[in-house]
Structure formats: structure tokens, C-alpha cells
């Protein structure tokens, strides 16, 4: 087909999560509900390992990055979908679509890595205590962390590389609530099919690869575990249980989108749903309620905050 008579789509149709104008409002309220929850839990996760000395400690520094990345991947996404539940017509320009596109991938994949700088985090501290402090120093810690945002970054620059150049001239109605690879690749005016399965293949590698690293990285700390103490063995368990809870959460939906050969949409749907806004918001709560340190933290940081109360009335 000739490229020159190709009509430039400016704009794509979402069709979102459903159709019945009384199912949206629902939606609206729980999803205004869920996005601020997770937008107000990820900050006060923040400010808390920030302003604690106690906090002070790799685990934590990456507990927070992990906090800030949940937040953004959740932005993406959910304000546009909570916008379009008041909308007839659920509209997205063709630059906002590259947009979310390049930011899911960006902060999805620096998520990916940095739940597997967290393994090796704990690694180090359960297998290897008394070189902890020298291992995960903070330079290391944020050498870690930055290579964990270059790699999404390349990531998602490499799916953009050939999104962008793609010719679209004929349908563009997303059967979603935001543009994911697989969905936009189907409305090009090519044979997409073998681009499809390359583009899944770029994004189901990088999830493959950090699944089994950490899949490695646990099966080792237990098998550490189960020789120590039963104290340690308690307080190690507690810890890693809550790091796998979260690896499981963020990584199930992610492979069946990815990686699983069926596409069926509203399971796809559903799991677009989990990744981009469940995910973000049970990981601080997971964290939270398992970690006495964060708890006790929070418990000193409302003192404080009565206390100065009490001195400005005063």
C-alpha cells in the first residue's frame, strides 16, 4: 500500500472498561477512590523513610523508590481512565497514546528490575550479614537504582523505536482503557502479526528475565534460612514472604498479557486493571502491615505531629 495515500490518524477511541452509563459511575467513585489511596499511601511511605533516621537503610531507600515507581506507573494510566467515565467519547490524541505507551513501558520495566535489586538486597542481608553495610552501601544502592531506570528506559525506547514509525490509516478504536503495545499494533494498515509476536517477545524477555532471576534469588535465601537459627528464620520469612506477595502481584498479569499466546479481552482487561492500579496499591500495604520498623515509624511521625499540634494551640 502506498504510504502517500495513508490518512494520518490524529486521535484513537478507548472503549474502556464498559459500556452501561450506570457501571461507569460506579467505577468512577471506586477508581477515584483506589487512585487516591494509592497516590496518598506511596507518599506517606515516602516522607516516612525520608524523615526517619531510622529508615536510614538500603532496604528502605529501595522500599521508597519502589513507593515512588508504583505511583507514577499508576498516574499513567488510571487519571485518564477516571476522566473517561464522565466522557462520551473516550478520545485519546495520537501523542498521548505515544505517551502512555513509552512511560507503561518505561516505568513498568524499571519496576521489573528494581523488585529484582530488592532480591539481591535481601541476598546480601540474610546470606551475607556482616558484609551488608559494605555491600549495599548508598552509592551501590544508588548505582542499583539507576541502572534499574536505564534499563526501563531502553526498554521502552526500543518498543517506541518501532511503534512510532508505524503507518495507521483505517480503524482506531482501543478495546481498552489506555493504549498497550499489542492493542495499537493491531490498527496499523500492515500485516501485523509477525510484529505483534517480536514486540510481545521484547516486552516477555525482560519480564522472563527478572522473574527467574528472582525466582533464583529466593529459592537461595530460603534454602539459607532453613540452615539458620529459627529466630532468623522468622524474621527472614516475614521479609521475603512480603517481597514475593508483591513479585507475584506485579509479575502474573504482566507474563499472561506478554507471554501468554490467548488473547481474550476481557481477561486482558482485567489484568491491565491489576498491574496498573491493584499492584500499586497493595504493595504499600503489603510492606506496611508486615514491617513493624515502618509501623513503629508511622506511629512516631503522628506523635511528633500531635505533639507540635498541641505546642501551636498551646
Known amino acids: 500500500m502506498d504510504k502517500r495515500n495513508l490518512s494520518v490518524v490524529s486521535e484513537f477511541m478507548l472503549l474502556g472498561l464498559c459500556q452501561s452509563w450506570n457501571k461507569q459511575i460506579l467505577l468512577l467513585l471506586i477508581f477515584c477512590m483506589l487512585y487516591l ?19 536510614h537503610s ?20 488510571t487519571p485518564k481512565m477516571i476522566t473517561d467515565f464522565v466522557r462520551e467519547n473516550k478520545t485519546i490524541s495520537f501523542g498521548g497514546c505515544m505517551c502512555q505507551i513509552l512511560f507503561v513501558h518505561f516505568v513498568g520495566g524499571s519496576e521489573m528490575v528494581l523488585l ?7 541476598y546480601v542481608a540474610i546470606c551475607k550479614p556482616l558484609h551488608y553495610s559494605t555491600i549495599m552501601n548508598l552509592q551501590k544502592c544508588i548505582g542499583l537504582v539507576v541502572t534499574s531506570w536505564t534499563i526501563g528506559f531502553v526498554h521502552a525506547m526500543s518498543q517506541m523505536a518501532v511503534i512510532v514509525q508505524l503507518p495507521f490509516c483505517g480503524p482506531r478504536e482501543i478495546d481498552s482503557f489506555f493504549c498497550d503495545i499489542p492493542l495499537v499494533i ?10 505483534g509476536i517480536l514486540m510481545n517477545a521484547d516486552s516477555g524477555v525482560l519480564a522472563m528475565t ?41 509479575f502474573g498479569p504482566c507474563i499472561f498479557i506478554y507471554v501468554w499466546p490467548l488473547s481474550i479481552t476481557w481477561v486482558d482487561k482485567f489484568l491491565a486493571v491489576f498491574y496498573s492500579v491493584i499492584t500499586p496499591l497493595l504493595n504499600p500495604a ?13 506511629k512516631r511521625f503522628r506523635g511528633y505531629y500531635l505533639h507540635s499540634k498541641k505546642n501551636i494551640n498551646a
Not at 497516590?39 to 506517606?44: C, E, L, P, W
Not at 529484582?116 to 535481601?122: G, L
Not at 493491531?186 to 510484529?195: F, G, H
Not at 510492606?287 to 509501623?295: M, S, V
Open 286 to 298: 503489603i510492606y506496611t502491615l508486615r514491617n513493624k520498623e515502618i509501623k513503629n515509624a508511622l
Open 116 to 122: 529484582v535489586v530488592m532480591a539481591y538486597d535481601r
Open 210 to 250: 527478572c522473574f527467574i532471576l528472582l525466582l533464583i534469588s529466593y529459592t537461595y535465601i530460603l534454602l539459607t534460612v532453613h540452615q539458620s537459627s529459627k529466630a532468623g528464620t522468622s524474621r527472614a520469612l516475614s521479609t521475603c514472604t512480603a517481597h514475593i506477595t508483591v513479585v507475584v502481584l506485579f
Open 58 to 77: 538500603a532496604m528502605y531507600f529501595l522500599l521508597a523508590n519502589l513507593s515512588f515507581v508504583d505511583m507514577w506507573l499508576s498516574s499513567v494510566t
Open 37 to 55: 489511596t494509592i497516590v496518598s499511601g506511596n507518599i506517606v511511605i515516602m516522607i516516612l523513610i525520608i524523615t526517619d533516621p531510622r529508615l
Open 186 to 195: 493491531k490498527l496499523a494498515c500492515i500485516d501485523s502479526y509477525n510484529l
